[in-house]
């Protein structure tokens, strides 16, 4: 049975709705519901303008008690909403590669995978070393599956996040541009006193996110030696 904590962010698909309460169920087949107020901020007239049954929505999990979870709507932000489904399309694509070359093969195949990884991620990583795709399916399956992945046209994914950076010593906005001025792997913009946006291009989420943090814990090591405020802001 799919495992949940209190707090993950998980995709759910609405399966009914009775009353003023919503139930859905995970991708991983667990079932939980959602009351009105965690739906929407504000007064709600009608449940449909929100959600309708066999509608995929993004949800938080707010409480679990046994067999049952709650879950919130409203709680989830539009920065959540987006990765999860990003990550979603990554993962199904990264399937339907699979059963395409696999067929039948293709269950106990994912199955493996996922005890220990995604499916996209475990793929993006054979592209590198084919070496354990080999083993799992063998060397011709294999090679047919990094075929289709090399033609496949990679989208980029572009990440945004906001830092502030000040400081009251009276060369800081020398120490400022030195500390930003080596940094070439993103995009730096000024916002307003102290703001900057910072602007990350990679194959996926998870490297754009960690490019930036790598970046970030730079800029913190050298404004904690220089006495700068530095934090990170969540857009």
């Not at 799919?2 to 962010?9: N, R």
């Amino acid at each position: 049975m799919e495992k949940l904590e209190v707090g993950d962010i998980v995709l759910c698909t609405v399966d009914r709705i009775v009353g003023t309460v919503v139930f859905v169920k995970t991708e991983g087949g667990r079932e939980g519901s959602i009351i009105t107020s965690e739906i929407a901020p504000g007064r709600i007239r009608n449940l449909r303008d929100y959600v309708v049954p066999k509608k995929k929505i993004v949800c938080k999990v707010l409480r679990i008690s046994g067999d049952r979870i709650d879950f919130s709507l409203r709680r989830v932000t539009p920065k959540e909403q987006k990765e999860l489904k990003e990550t979603y399309k990554e993962e199904k694509s990264s399937e339907s590669v699979l059963r395409g070359i696999l067929g039948e093969k293709a269950d106990s195949v994912i199955k493996d995978i996922q005890k220990n990884n995604t499916i996209y991620e475990f793929l993006q990583e054979s592209k590198e070393n084919p070496a354990k795709l080999e083993n799992l399916v063998g060397k011709e399956d294999s090679i047919k599956i990094l075929n289709i992945l090399k033609k496949q046209k990679q989208k980029k994914t572009v990440l945004k996040k906001q830092i502030i950076l000040t400081t009251t010593k009276p060369n800081g906005l020398a120490l400022i541009k030195d500390t930003l001025s080596g940094i070439k792997e993103v995009e730096i913009t000024y916002i307003s006193a102290g703001k900057y946006s910072f602007t990350a291009e990679a194959n996926d989420l998870k490297s754009a996110d960690n490019k930036l943090k790598e970046i970030f814990a730079g800029i913190e090591k050298k404004a904690k030696e220089e006495g700068m405020e530095f934090a990170v802001r969540e857009k």
